[in-house]
């Protein structure tokens, strides 16, 4: 029994000794730096074995892959570490640029959007539109765009610096400085000829033409084609790259924090103010000087339902939409590798989760409100809560995205039924609504729902610490984010009326109403969009029939 | 009208960007801020009741 006990005790003390006496552990070891001596040892498979095929993929990509300076001295240091360092930045390159196709593909999804909410005697001139504004929002934003938005923006590590993007134009006032507007980058040309400033004018122009055509939208259907290309190219060329320069390109908006202790500036991750609102807020001051299709209201301001064509084309684009949001908000990371960027999957939920909320939303309401569940504003709902979504994607949780996402589902149809009623504004597809109303919503949101959590690099816009929103603790944040609702609703949509009264002055902005009646197809495009029909207009007494 | 509604609009922005240079107090630059916003908003409503006073559907010819 002694015995037992004795052991025992010096059982106990061995291990109260192993527990208060330092093990040398692995991590007090002195670190060893590696030289490029350790990589001679390093074993690569042998031609003999890559001769034979690989086909569980244990051989392929091995130390023998890294490109060598000097093939004769051999691996080295040097030689591995610019390998990792350049995989960072190709990771981020095909993140980034792969997340832009996405966006592209956007442009189908719009066009089916609005293209199925019009009368099939506008098909082609709708079609048509979504198609050029491509074109003509793409060249607008080469030629001067992108340098005005991004000139100034150097500095972004993700993409290897963007180095030549060093001028910004900025005004000293009251101490502070303001920066206006980039100065680098007209035409891509000098500096801006440049393998990572060409990943970013991808990203960024496809961003630039997704607000291009939201306004495509609300002016369907009685927009002069002309009217269009010259509205179109001055919202590429100024007002999209003004306020993406404040918000994006390290002007005024995003120094707020740095300037007046506000958060963290203007945040928006992806694009709710300076993609959505710019384009909804565009369409709205379109909508006012362009005026109701016929039809649409009566001599008491009541207003009429003008039934789109085809459905089932507008819920297809709604989910091509979708899809594409997959590289609009986890996308803007611009990049995947290092710097918090792991929060991708984070980013990709949210989006998901907001759509689906969304829709869920305005479903709601409509069954509630009118009996049925309506198909074109459910897709509406699904777009107003990626919209919402859009800007506070990258800084909130997901119990925040689906609140968000619900939210800006029942907004959409309530700003909906107030522009259409009280304002007597005609808006085909509800754009307006979905980008400028749920834009400006989504912008707020970041200010109300940021938790804290994200970790871009430790700062944003140049401040330490993680985006916190008023519900977390930081009024400040909020504070900014409705400086930008301000800067959006009093500037941008100012710009954007007055630009649009000049060119209606000069150009005029709408067809003719005997164009309007026929429809736009054969007067203005030269083709009907479904020539073997009978196109009828309900109410009208007119019909239209070719071909057959 | 539709000159002194553009004048709103954007007279709201100034007065939301004029309070964070005038004062440090938070609650008084939200104040400005919100107020601001409600001037632009309101210019936004001017704006389109000058359009709509004189559009087409109320019976006037085109």
New interface residues.
């Given amino acids: 029994m002694s015995k037992k006990r004795g052991s025992f005790a010096a059982l106990a003390v061995l291990a109260l000794l192993a527990l208060a006496t330092p093990v040398p552990a692995d991590e007090e070891a002195p670190a060893v730096p590696l030289t490029t001596a350790d990589l001679k040892g390093v074993t690569t498979p042998s031609a003999d074995d890559l001769a034979k095929g690989d086909p569980g993929g244990s051989l392929t990509g091995s130390a023998a892959d890294i490109v060598m300076a000097d093939p004769k001295a051999g691996l080295t240091l040097a030689d591995v570490v610019n390998q990792v360092g350049q995989n960072r930045i190709a990771i981020n390159f095909v993140w980034t640029l792969v997340a832009g196709f996405l966006v592209m593909f956007m442009q189908a999804g719009f066009a089916l959007v609005e293209t199925g909410l019009c009368r099939a005697k506008n098909a082609n001139h709708t079609m048509m539109m979504n198609f050029m504004v491509y074109g003509f929002g793409m060249f607008a934003y080469w030629v001067m765009g992108f340098a005005l938005q991004q000139g100034g923006s150097a500095g972004i590590t993700n993409l290897g610096g963007l180095n030549p993007l060093n001028g910004e134009f900025k005004l000293s006032l009251?101490g502070k400085d303001w920066g206006l507007f980039g100065t680098k980058g007209f035409f891509l040309s000098g500096g801006a000829y440049d393998v990572g400033i060409m990943v970013m004018f991808l990203f960024q122009m496809v961003f630039m033409d997704t607000a291009t055509t939201i306004v495509t939208g609300t002016a369907a259907e009685r927009w002069k084609f002309a009217a269009f290309a010259i509205s179109t190219f001055f919202l590429g060329a100024i007002t999209y790259p003004l306020f993406g320069n404040w918000a994006w390109g390290g002007g005024w908006l995003s120094q707020?924090g740095g300037n007046?202790?506000?958060g963290h500036g203007y945040c928006d991750f992806a694009g709710s103010g300076v993609v959505h609102s710019v384009g909804g807020l565009t369409a709205?001051a379109v909508a006012?000087?362009i005026?109701?299709r016929?039809g649409?209201?009566?001599?008491d301001?009541s207003p009429n339902a003008i039934p789109g064509h085809d459905i089932t084309m507008v819920l297809l684009g709604c989910f091509i939409l979708a899809f594409g949001w997959f590289g609009f908000n986890p996308g803007s990371t611009l990049g995947a590798s290092g710097a918090g960027n792991l929060r991708i999957g984070s980013i990709a939920v949210n989006t998901m989760l907001a759509g689906c909320t969304g829709s869920f939303g305005a479903l709601l309401y409509m069954w509630m409100r009118f009996g049925k569940p309506d198909a074109s504003m459910s897709g509406n709902g699904l777009l107003a809560g990626l919209v919402a979504i859009t800007a506070p994607s990258g800084f909130v949780n997901t119990v925040g995205a689906a609140i968000i996402g619900f939210s800006a589902g029942v907004l959409v149809c309530l700003s909906v039924e107030f522009l259409e009623r009280v304002?007597?504004?005609d808006d085909p597809v509800g754009a307006t609504s979905v980008h400028g109303t749920c834009g400006l919503w989504g912008v707020l949101c970041v200010g109300l729902f940021a938790d804290g959590t994200s970790n871009y690099g430790g700062s944003w816009n140049g401040v330490d610490g993680s985006v916190t929103g008023l519900f977390y603790g930081d009024?400040?944040q909020?504070?900014a984010q409705?400086?930008g609702?301000?800067?959006l609703?009093?500037?941008i949509?100012?710009l954007s009326?007055?630009f649009n009264v000049i060119i209606d002055v000069f150009v005029g902005q709408r067809v003719s109403?005997d164009v309007e009646l026929e429809g736009l197809d054969l007067p203005e495009m030269g083709a009907l969009g479904y020539p073997e029909f009978q196109l009828v207009t309900p109410g009208l007494g007119r019909s239209i029939e070719i071909g057959g | 009208m539709k000159g002194l509604a553009l004048v709103l609009i954007v007279g709201g922005w100034v007065m939301a960007v004029g309070g964070l240079v005038a004062t440090e107090a938070m609650m008084v630059r939200t104040g400005a801020a919100l107020a601001g916003l409600a001037v632009s908003l309101a210019g936004i409503g001017a704006l389109n009741n000058a359009h709509v006073a004189n559009a087409f559907w109320k019976g006037k010819a085109r």
């Avoid at chain 1, 649409?296 to 001599?299: D, P, V, Y």
């Fill in positions: 009251f707020l007046f202790k506000l709205l006012m000087v005026g109701p016929i649409k209201f009566n001599r301001g304002m007597k504004i009024a400040g909020f504070l409705l400086i609702v301000c800067t609703v009093g500037v949509f100012t009326y007055v109403t």
